[in-house]
């Protein structure tokens, strides 16, 4: 199993700032992901962090929105960037030890933007 | 694409069994998950089968997997207002890494 931390747990944001949010996994993992779930919502993936190189971004994605650094085996980070109120969202880390039978999710930071 | 379906609400009666219904697209789904989101909470794993199995307990969770209809189940015995979250069903193959999750079925408990 994999147990994972979130920083910070809750934030409220001007429009137009960003904020970058922390992941540290107990454990070194294969892949780790970043998922968005707004409000009243199911989670859609953001992107894949890879260590070492650039995150894979979905459909409706970009980096320049959403940069991820994944820097090792246990660590990655999301910021969002030039906020607006429908960046509004939870934030979820996830990661997927080796083996890969079950991923697991972070408690999710909550992001309020004004 | 893959798509993963749930109905949106449910509704049981404290001490009765709860059923969670949820259907997908992807015939090369691997593992099917169940996870439970609390409110103001993150998502909890709650039991996982592989594609190859029918049935999964595990204490008061029973997940029944019908591969030739793609439809999955998930059985909560003696509900409790515990059990009160929203209950996502997801999929993955095992040739991606990424889950494809349904829109979540919000379970709420009436004494």
């Known amino acids: 199993s994999a147990v994972i931390s979130q920083k910070p747990s809750r934030d409220i944001c001007q429009r137009g700032t960003s904020l970058t949010i922390q992941c540290q996994v107990d454990s070194q993992v294969t892949m780790m992901f970043w998922y968005r779930q707004q409000p009243g919502q199911s989670l859609t993936l953001i992107a894949t962090a890879n260590q070492g190189s650039e995150a894979t971004y979905e459909s409706g994605f970009v980096i320049d929105k959403f940069p991820i650094s994944r820097p090792n085996l246990t660590f990655s980070t999301l910021t969002v960037s030039n906020m607006s109120p429908e960046d509004s969202s939870i934030y979820l880390c996830?990661?997927?030890?080796?083996?890969?039978?079950?991923?697991?999710f972070g408690p999710g930071t909550r992001l309020l933007v004004l | 694409g893959e798509d993963v379906e749930q109905s949106l609400f449910l509704s049981v009666r404290e001490g009765d069994s709860s059923v969670i219904n949820c259907t997908y697209t992807d015939s090369s789904s691997t593992y099917l998950y169940w996870y439970k989101q609390e409110p103001g909470a993150g998502l909890q794993l709650l039991t996982y089968?592989?594609?190859?199995?029918d049935m999964k307990q595990d204490q008061r969770l029973t997940v029944l997997l019908n591969k030739k209809d793609k439809h999955l189940s998930l059985r909560i015995a003696d509900t409790q207002t515990g059990d009160s979250a929203i209950y996502f069903c997801?999929?993955?193959?095992?040739?991606?890494?990424?889950?494809?999750f349904g829109s979540g079925t919000r379970l709420s408990i009436r004494p």
């Open positions: 997801a999929e993955r193959s095992s040739s991606a890494s990424k889950i494809i």
């Open positions: 089968i592989f594609s190859n199995m």
């Open positions: 996830s990661a997927l030890p080796g083996g890969g039978e079950t991923q697991y």
